[in-house]
C-alpha cells in the first residue's frame, strides 16, 4: 500500500494541483505517522508539492516530529521562527503565478486572510474538504493494528467496570474509575469523555456524566473508548443494574436486532445511508422509530468522527477497509436510553468488529 504521502501526491494529480496547504492537525499526523507529538494546538502547517513536502511546526513540537515520524526520508520539517501563517504566505508568495494552490476548508479564516497578498496573482484556489477526509478513512493494517489494540484495552475496561458498579455510585464516580483504568491498563488517552448516563439520563444520547446515583433498576448506557498511538475506540454497552424489566428487555432486543441487521449488511460498496435505513426500519417497526434520530454509524481513526458515515446523509459507497462504528439507539423521554456499539472494519468478508464482547445485555449488582 501507498504511504500517506503518495496517496496525497494522486490526489494532487487528480486535480492538477501544484501546492497543497495542510491545516488540519489529523491530517499532518497522519501524513507523517508521527505518534504522540501533536495536541489541539494549530501550530502547524504541510506544504505537498508533486515533488517536496514540508512541515512547518514550532520548537515545542519539533524534535519529537522529527523524532517519530514514520516517513522521514519523505519529509522536510523547522521550526523557522515565524507563525503558521506568516510562514505559508512567504512560501506562497514564491511561487510562479502560474501556481494552482488548494487549501482546506477546515483552515482558519486568519490562516486564509494571510494568505490573500500572496495569492493575489495567482489562479483562484481550490478547497479541498472531504477528498482528504475519504484517502484518510482507508485504513493500512498498521492503522488497524492500532484500532485492534485500543479496542483491546476498551474491552477489559468494560468487563471491569461491570464488575465494580454498585448502588449509590454517582456517573462522575464510575466514569473516573472507568477512565483510570483505562490510562493504567495501556491507554495513552481516553477518546472523548466518557458517557455514563443513568436511568432517565440514558435517554439523552449524548448526556454528561454527573452526580446522579445509580440505583437498582436502572439502565446505565456507557460510551467510552481507549486512545492508543493516537487512533481511538468506540463502543458502547447498556447494563442492567439489578433484573430489568420485561418492557427494558424487549427494547433491548430491538436495539439488538437494528445492530445486527445493519452490521450483517455492511460491505464495500453499499450505500452508508441504506445501512442506516435498514437499523431505522428494524426500530420504527417495532414501534420506536421517534425514539432512534441521530446517525447510525461514522468513520473512526486519528479522530474520533471521520469519513465515512452511515447517516441518511450519507450517499456514497463504503470503501473497502474503512472503519465505522454501528451505534443504534432508542431513548425514550424520562424513562431510559438503550446503546449498542461497536467499531470494525468494512471487509470483502463483511463487518469485522474489533471488540470480543457480545450483545447480551449484561446484568450487574
Known amino acids: 500500500m501507498q504511504t500517506p504521502l503518495e496517496r496525497t501526491r494522486v490526489l494532487l494529480k487528480n486535480n492538477e494541483i501544484d501546492v497543497l496547504l495542510i491545516t488540519d492537525v489529523a491530517d499532518i499526523r497522519w501524513l507523517t505517522g508521527a505518534q504522540s507529538t501533536f495536541d489541539g494546538e494549530a501550530a502547524h502547517v504541510g506544504l505537498i508539492t508533486p515533488k517536496t513536502a514540508h512541515i512547518h511546526t514550532d520548537s515545542r513540537y519539533y524534535?519529537?516530529?522529527?523524532?517519530?515520524?514514520?516517513?522521514?526520508?519523505?519529509?522536510?520539517?523547522?521550526?523557522?521562527?515565524?507563525?503558521?501563517?506568516?510562514?505559508?504566505?512567504?512560501?506562497?508568495?514564491?511561487?510562479?503565478?502560474?501556481?494552482?494552490?488548494?487549501?482546506?476548508?477546515?483552515?482558519?479564516?486568519?490562516?486564509?486572510?494571510?494568505?490573500?497578498?500572496?495569492?493575489?496573482?495567482?489562479?483562484?484556489?481550490?478547497?479541498?474538504?472531504?477528498?482528504?477526509?475519504?484517502?484518510?478513512?482507508?485504513?493500512?493494517?498498521?492503522?488497524?493494528?492500532?484500532?485492534?489494540?485500543?479496542?483491546?484495552?476498551?474491552?477489559?475496561?468494560?468487563?471491569?467496570?461491570?464488575?465494580?458498579?454498585?448502588?449509590?455510585?454517582?456517573?462522575?464516580?464510575?466514569?473516573?474509575?472507568?477512565?483510570?483504568?483505562?490510562?493504567?491498563?495501556?491507554?495513552?488517552?481516553?477518546?472523548?469523555?466518557?458517557?455514563?448516563?443513568?436511568?432517565?439520563?440514558?435517554?439523552?444520547?449524548?448526556?454528561?456524566?454527573?452526580?446522579?446515583?445509580?440505583?437498582?433498576?436502572?439502565?446505565?448506557?456507557?460510551?467510552?473508548?481507549?486512545?492508543?498511538?493516537?487512533?481511538?475506540?468506540?463502543?458502547?454497552?447498556?447494563?442492567?443494574?439489578?433484573?430489568?424489566?420485561?418492557?427494558?428487555?424487549?427494547?433491548?432486543?430491538?436495539?439488538?436486532?437494528?445492530?445486527?441487521?445493519?452490521?450483517?449488511?455492511?460491505?464495500?460498496?453499499?450505500?452508508g445511508r441504506d445501512i442506516h435505513a435498514i437499523a431505522q426500519k428494524v426500530i420504527a417497526d417495532a414501534g420506536y422509530g421517534d425514539y432512534f434520530e441521530h446517525g447510525l454509524g461514522h468513520g473512526v481513526g486519528v479522530e474520533i468522527h471521520e469519513n465515512p458515515n452511515l447517516s441518511p446523509r450519507w450517499d456514497k459507497p463504503i470503501p473497502k477497509n474503512s472503519v465505522v462504528t454501528v451505534e443504534p439507539g432508542i431513548y425514550l423521554p424520562h424513562k431510559f436510553g438503550i446503546r449498542l456499539e461497536d467499531t470494525g472494519m468494512v471487509t470483502d468478508d463483511g463487518f469485522k468488529p474489533f471488540t470480543r464482547i457480545n450483545h447480551d445485555l449484561r446484568i450487574i449488582g
Open 63 to 271: 524534535q519529537a516530529l522529527v523524532d517519530h515520524c514514520a516517513y522521514p526520508d519523505e519529509f522536510t520539517f523547522d521550526k523557522e521562527r515565524a507563525t503558521v501563517e506568516d510562514w505559508t504566505a512567504a512560501c506562497v508568495a514564491e511561487f510562479p503565478d502560474s501556481t494552482r494552490c488548494a487549501l482546506q476548508d477546515s483552515a482558519p479564516i486568519s490562516f486564509l486572510r494571510a494568505l490573500d497578498e500572496a495569492l493575489v496573482s495567482k489562479p483562484a484556489p481550490v478547497f479541498l474538504g472531504e477528498e482528504m477526509r475519504n484517502l484518510r478513512a482507508i485504513k493500512t493494517p498498521q492503522e488497524i493494528a492500532y484500532l485492534q489494540e485500543a479496542q483491546d484495552i476498551t474491552d477489559k475496561a468494560l468487563l471491569y467496570i461491570g464488575d465494580n458498579i454498585h448502588p449509590g455510585m454517582s456517573e462522575k464516580a464510575i466514569r473516573a474509575e472507568l477512565d483510570n483504568f483505562m490510562l493504567q491498563n495501556g491507554a495513552d488517552a481516553i477518546s472523548f469523555e466518557t458517557i455514563i448516563a443513568a436511568g432517565s439520563n440514558g435517554a439523552n444520547p449524548h448526556a454528561r456524566a454527573g452526580e446522579y446515583q445509580v440505583q437498582p433498576g436502572d439502565l446505565i448506557v456507557i460510551d467510552f473508548g481507549a486512545g492508543k498511538y493516537d487512533y481511538h475506540a468506540d463502543m458502547t454497552r447498556t447494563f442492567s443494574l439489578g433484573e430489568p424489566t420485561p418492557e427494558q428487555c424487549a427494547v433491548y432486543e430491538v436495539v439488538r436486532e437494528a445492530h445486527e441487521a445493519a452490521a450483517a449488511a455492511l460491505q464495500p460498496g453499499v450505500i
